[in-house]
């Protein structure tokens, strides 16, 4: 198994800047991808960017791209995501995954964290 625990979020102007993150623990080695998505009052699970193990890159969401960053430690087992130009349309529950394979879809996805709670404000 393992477990995911996020953190950071929380309430921020739009053009603002929030910075989560991800700590993976237990069974680690199995984990080759690591990603966020969101989740919005009414809207199903929405992909944000995801960092694979064996990449120098991460993979965004068209949406985020140029404006959200992930980084990744992989001896920390940490996933970050660094949000700037934050809009009000971003405000959603934002949930760590992990899995084996890299994908754009959260059923891809067997280990998910709690979620954390980003809000911004007009």
């Known amino acids: 198994q393992v477990q995911l625990v996020e953190s950071g979020g929380g309430l921020v102007q739009a053009g603002g800047s929030l910075s989560l993150s991800c700590v993976a623990s237990?069974?680690?080695?199995?984990?080759?991808?690591m990603g966020w998505f969101r989740q919005a009052p009414g809207k199903e699970r929405e992909f944000v960017g995801h960092f694979s193990r064996y990449s120098a890159y991460a993979y965004y969401a068209d949406s985020v791209k140029g404006r959200f960053t992930i980084s990744r430690d992989n001896a920390k087992n940490t996933l970050y995501l660094q949000m700037n130009s934050l809009e009000p349309m971003d405000t959603a529950v934002y949930y760590c995954?992990?899995?084996?394979?890299?994908?754009?879809?959260?059923?891809?996805?067997?280990?998910w964290g709690q979620g954390t709670q980003v809000t911004v404000s007009s």
């Open positions: 237990g069974r680690t080695l199995s984990i080759n991808v």
């Open positions: 995954a992990a899995g084996a394979v890299a994908a754009t879809t959260p059923q891809t996805y067997t280990y």
